[in-house]
């Protein structure tokens, strides 16, 4: 069976502290537990323990369904899509409307030049007074 890739700090049976702070499905707090009371509360509910908050004191878990961990999952996926990598260089050259025509081409062999090192562009085109 392959290994699959966990999304969070821990789901299921293999925690590590022994006193957890426990929150329900619906984002109810149930207060600070034994690591063994919330396994048995998960078994009861037939739900898994996530870990949220590790650097909280007690830990922070929360009782989730698997429903909740694949919407969760996928929200995480999406705030990474959405913010720029770090790696990431962006160029920004502007034109006026009333550039040369030699500038012009210059301008597009440096556009094309940073496209082809992946570079992401932006072009500006200011009209001339």
Excluded: C
Excluded at 29 to 42: D, I, P, V
Excluded at 98 to 109: F, G, V
């Amino acid at each position: 069976e392959p290994k699959r890739k966990a999304a969070f700090g821990s789901v299921g049976r293999r925690i590590p502290y022994r006193i957890l702070h426990v929150i329900n499905q619906d984002g109810e707090s149930l207060g600070n537990m034994h690591r063994a009371e919330a396994l048995k509360l998960m078994d009861q509910h037939d739900l898994k323990l996530v870990l949220l908050h590790e650097n909280a004191e007690p830990p922070v878990y929360r009782l989730m369904t698997g429903q909740q961990i694949h919407e969760e999952q996928l929200k995480r996926a999406e705030k990474k899509k959405a913010s720029p990598k770090p790696g990431m260089v962006q160029k920004e050259l502007s034109f006026s409307s009333a550039i040369a025509k030699n500038d012009l081409e210059t301008k597009t062999k440096q556009i094309g030049q940073w496209i082809e090192k992946k570079y992401h562009v932006k072009v500006t085109i200011r009209q001339a007074k």
